[in-house]
């Protein structure tokens, strides 16, 4: 299997499990609903947790985003791929940081 074929299917197993990950967050987002209408929760915890959650998932989005964008012919291996990656993450994060250091 060629290095070109490998590093695809890395980040389509990666996709996937990013995409996992999304569904997840929107399943919190459902359940904290729930528990505001069963006045578990404030509504102030709601809108917070709510914030939260829909922050995260736009990080994830623009993530995934940028995976598929990703030219695999530049990468001589895949730990050259994921540092790359991890880079790419790490400065995105920083972008969208209200605290500015």
Sequence with gaps: MSLHTTLHRFLDILTIEIEDL???LIDLIQLA???LQRR???NY???ENRSLLLNELAC???VVSTLRGLDTSR????KDMVADVEQRIHKHSLDLSL???
């Design 40 to 42: 578990e929760i404030t």
């Design 99 to 101: 605290i500015h250091i």
């Design 60 to 62: 994830l989005k623009t």
């Design 45 to 47: 915890v709601f809108l």
């Design 75 to 78: 990468y001589v291996d895949i």
């Design 33 to 35: 609903q729930q528990r």
């Design 22 to 24: 999304e569904n997840d």
